[in-house]
């Protein structure tokens, strides 16, 4: 570990990515991620790789795929509207077991929305945005640090199970700085004999996900369910801070955590048990967890800068056994400490 | 007496029975591509882009590692992959529907960035694998399943001309359009391909060859006259030549 370096969250992304063994990115300027392709624009040369500015969203993402599928480490980013046009392309990508990471510096939806960080792409992100049964396993970093290494975690874990990650950050924390301790490089790299290299010596690879005879589809789809359930039984990860005794736990994440933090910590100020409940991973979610949380405590508070969408996953796991409130706000603006510090009194019978 | 052999599988071809109608231009263009990488001796080197359409399972045909590339996707695709793999050779097989409708954006990009890879790409006039559907090449007043009328320049506009469009850009190396409907033109349309392929090879940049085909089974024709309308009717619209050569 180095000295710590004062980077902004999208900047740490590019740079984690390059550490990462990344040497192709592909995107298309759009806020607030557009410091991701410029990063690459300037240091993807002196590192030998590849960065290329589509003409779309569609045509970048594409590019990873021709890129992914020849064994590289592949990426692009793009920020909501964007990410919405990729996802045919992101549903082919898991259903042809190619490895890549995707980022998502979300901005508030819907339509052209505005430009400012919101987290109303849960849905899209856990629950399909493209089509057909599949997953995407999704990190939800709320710290420029976590920018870096989630993004160096991402592309491990997209090698590990051959399946796209997502990354779902958002405007605030692309946008803000915060020092980072920077990693070594990643130096090891798993061999992708399945990569479309030239068949030299070998029987000839595919890369395809057309299943003309049903059966042979459902079929494919019992091994994507397969791999899907050995991702969400190894990666699942999430924080639980000051949950022992809570009467109440705060689930949020990315920037909505570092809200919910605060809150918590003025909250225990005053002796009130508050606890947080912090995914890491949106998919897999950690549901056994919550539903642990809710034998025990009085309620929880999902905070989100969304109109509702974590929160109904959140209700799915708690199952009635205790309330879950819902605090949030959409459209790009920022969620108010004493806003949520009142909702927590209200709720505590304060 | 000495026995030669005179004609065999290309060795870039599986052996794998295709699915394409009788009378249809996909499997002789599939044959002279691949005559082409056995040729330049380049098969354990190359990676297939197959599309969307009537050619999708090319992947099964080519003996090549192949990458399936979605609708309109294989020119983006294959930039992915030659940037991934500068050292391979790279093609991609498209047909009407997905190059020049779906895919606009992709190929002319490509193009203009003078990727160095070749494009094949196969004009039989409407969209075959969807049932026959008016394609942005169908001619005026052509019938189809949605021009019942015959297509109607004032309200579809006009066919694209791929080639002429393309060859306007600066990036190609080679823009050319041939057809496989006589003897002397297979061996002209393996020869442009093989040209497509040699300066990609040569590091020339993107080689763009349109090979008119025919559709029997959605024109509505008989396979002979499938091949005469390919004269009478495309020909005149879709001159055969070179429009670019750098
Ligand atoms: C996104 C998307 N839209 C539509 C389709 C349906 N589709 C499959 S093939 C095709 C047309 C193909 O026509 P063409 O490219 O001319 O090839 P041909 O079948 O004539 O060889 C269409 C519209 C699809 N697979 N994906
Ligand atoms: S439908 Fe048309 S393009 Fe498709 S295989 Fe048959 S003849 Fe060829």
Redesign the interface.
Same mark, same amino acid.
């Given at each position: 570990m180095s000295e710590k370096i004062l980077l902004k969250g999208n900047e740490a992304c590019a740079m984690g990515a390059i550490l990462a063994g990344c040497r192709?990115y592909?995107g298309y300027p759009i806020t607030p991620q557009t410091e991701i392709p410029e990063y690459f624009a300037k240091h993807m040369p002196e590192a030998g790789g590849?960065f290329?500015q589509?003409?779309?969203e569609?045509?970048?993402i594409?590019?990873?795929?021709?890129?992914?599928? /020849?064994?590289?480490r592949?990426m692009t980013s793009s920020s909501s509207p964007g990410i919405s046009l990729k996802q045919? /392309?992101i549903s082919?990508l898991s259903a042809?077991d190619l490895p890549c990471l995707i980022v998502n510096v979300a901005r508030g939806g819907p339509g052209l929305g505005c430009i400012q960080g919101a987290q109303s792409d849960y849905f899209q992100s856990v629950k399909g945005g493209g089509h057909g049964d599949y997953r995407l396993l999704t990190l939800a970093p709320n710290s420029v640090q976590e920018m870096m290494d989630l993004t160096i975690l991402g592309f491990e874990l997209a090698d590990k199970h051959r399946n796209p990650v997502l990354i779902l950050s958002d405007g605030v924390v692309g946008q803000m700085m915060e020092p980072v301790s920077v990693p070594e490089p990643v130096t090891s790299f798993p061999e992708k004999p399945w990569a479309?290299?030239?068949? !030299?010596?070998r029987p !000839?690879?595919?890369?395809?996900?057309?299943h003309l005879n049903a059966a042979v589809c459902e079929e494919r789809n019992r091994e994507l369910q397969a791999k899907y359930k050995r991702i969400a039984d190894a990666e699942l990860r999430y924080e639980e801070i000051d949950t022992q005794d809570a009467d109440l736990v705060l689930v949020a994440y990315g920037i909505s955590s570092r809200i919910a933090l605060t809150v918590k910590n003025r909250a225990r100020a005053e002796g009130l048990k508050v606890g947080v409940l912090r995914p890491i991973t949106l998919w897999p979610f950690p549901t056994e967890a919550l539903r642990r949380l809710a034998e025990r405590v009085k309620g929880f508070l999902a905070i989100e800068q969304s109109a509702g969408q974590m929160v109904e996953d959140v209700r799915l796991a708690v199952e009635g056994r205790a309330p879950v409130a819902f605090h949030g706000r959409s459209g790009g603006v920022m969620i108010q400490l004493d806003d949520v510090e009142a909702d927590v009194r209200k709720l505590l019978g304060r | 007496m000495e026995e030669k052999l005179v004609f065999s599988r290309p060795e870039a071809l599986t052996d794998m029975p295709t699915h394409y109608c009788p009378g249809c231009h996909h499997g002789i263009i599939h044959r002279l591509v691949a005559e082409v990488i056995d040729e330049l001796g380049v098969r354990e080197n190359t990676v297939g882009v197959a599309s969307v359409g009537c050619s999708i399972l090319a992947y099964d045909y080519f003996n090549v590692d192949m990458v399936g590339a979605l609708h309109g996707r294989a020119p983006a695709v294959a930039t992915g992959v030659k940037r991934g793999r500068p050292d391979s050779v790279v093609f991609t097989y498209q047909g009407d529907g997905d190059l020049a409708a779906i895919g606009t954006a992709e190929i002319i990009h490509a193009a203009a960035r003078g990727e160095n890879f070749t494009v094949v790409f196969v004009n039989n006039a409407i969209y075959g694998m969807t049932g026959g559907q008016m394609a942005p090449t169908t001619l005026d007043g052509q019938r189809t399943q949605t021009s019942p009328a015959g297509r109607d320049p004032h309200l579809a506009g006009h066919p694209l001309r791929m080639s002429e469009l393309i060859a306007t850009l600066s990036g190609p190396s080679f823009v050319t359009r041939t057809a496989v409907n006589t003897p002397a033109r297979i061996n002209q349309t393996r020869k442009a391909i093989k040209k497509a392929f040699e300066l990609q090879l040569a590091g020339r940049g993107l080689g763009f060859v349109e090979v008119l085909s025919t559709c029997p089974t959605n024109w509505g024709l008989g396979a002979v006259e499938s091949g005469q309308w390919v004269d009478s009717h495309m020909i005149p619209y879709y001159p055969l030549g070179v429009f670019k050569e750098d």
């Open positions: 192709h592909f590849v290329l589509a003409e779309s569609i045509a970048a594409s590019m990873v795929y021709g890129a992914a599928a /020849t064994g590289r592949a045919e /392309t082919t042809g479309a290299v030239g068949a !030299k010596g !000839k690879n595919i890369i395809n996900t057309l | -």
